[in-house]
């Protein structure tokens, strides 16, 4: 059993199988939680055996951690991609504080709120971190809570931009922007009841421009 394990991981089948057991996991911790999922019950959704799983990742906990680390890792990517555009367009000055919030807004929202309209929930990826913070074992919401190295390159952009503030006054204000994004991720539901319908939840660019104007109005505040 362990050999076959072995000889998979080594071929392009080994990925197939790797790739399957992680987006089956991703789902099925979104919808029942962490607890709520047995390995049984994850490797008959999947179609693999135990071995397999437990070559690829080695535990429930470390297949956990490595579906967050997937996600994250593609939209930080993406982020970091954009925002070396951002200064590059803008060299040698710093980049605008709205472009450097467009960089790390748009990869996480474009994907959340493309999803909403498809569908009409949030990206599997993001159920998967609420339901994580949540329900995961400690190790995965520490590494939630303090793993911020994705984010000191925005907050050292925006102390460029911005170098009247005091790095007290720019990371409170930094974290209240972070939190507008959050509620993007969760509460839209609440401001389509609360609008009656007029706010248009389908215009994911209007959207991220919103948010945009908003936290730049806050960071840049006097």
Same mark, same amino acid.
């Given at each position: 059993m362990a050999g076959t394990a072995k000889g998979e991981q080594a071929s392009p089948r080994g990925e197939e199988t790797r790739t399957l057991i992680l987006d089956t996991a991703e789902g099925m911790f979104a919808t029942h939680g962490y607890s709520g999922v047995t390995m049984r019950a994850l490797t008959a959704a999947a179609g /693999?055996?135990?071995?397999?799983?437990?070559?690829? @990742? +080695?535990?429930?906990? *470390?297949?956990?951690? =490595? /579906? @967050?680390? #997937? +996600?994250?890792?593609?939209?930080?990517?993406? #982020?970091?991609?954009?925002?070396?555009?951002? =200064?590059?367009?803008? *060299?040698p000055d !710093?980049?605008?504080?709205?472009?450097?919030?467009?960089?790390? @807004? =748009? !990869? !996480?929202?474009?994907?959340?709120?493309?999803?909403?309209?498809?569908? +009409?929930?949030?990206?599997?990826? %993001?159920?998967?971190? *609420?339901?994580? /913070?949540?329900? $995961?074992?400690?190790? %995965?919401?520490?590494?939630? =809570?303090?793993?911020?190295?994705h984010l000191e390159r925005f907050v050292d952009a925006l102390s460029r931009a911005l170098p009247h503030l005091r790095r007290e006054d720019?990371?409170?204000?930094?974290? @209240?922007? %972070? $939190?507008?994004?959050?509620?993007?991720?969760?509460?839209?539901?609440?401001?389509?009841?609360?609008s009656g319908g007029a706010c248009d939840l389908a215009d994911v660019e209007a959207i991220i421009g919103r948010v945009v104007d908003f936290a730049a109005a806050g960071l840049e505040a006097e």
């Open positions: /693999v055996n135990l071995a397999a799983v437990n070559y690829h @990742f +080695g535990s429930k906990d *470390a297949l956990l951690l =490595e /579906v @967050f680390r #997937r +996600g994250g890792l593609a939209i930080n990517r993406e #982020r970091a991609r954009l925002l070396r555009a951002a =200064e590059a367009r803008s *060299a !710093p980049a605008p504080v709205s472009e450097i919030l467009r960089a790390l @807004f =748009e !990869p !996480p929202l474009r994907a959340t709120l493309t999803e909403q309209r498809k569908t +009409g929930g949030r990206s599997i990826y %993001m159920q998967f971190v *609420a339901r994580a /913070v949540l329900d $995961g074992p400690p190790e %995965m919401r520490a590494l939630i =809570e303090r793993d911020v190295r720019l990371l409170w204000r930094f974290h @209240f922007a %972070m $939190g507008a994004l959050h509620a993007l991720y969760h509460d839209l539901r609440r401001l389509e009841a609360l």
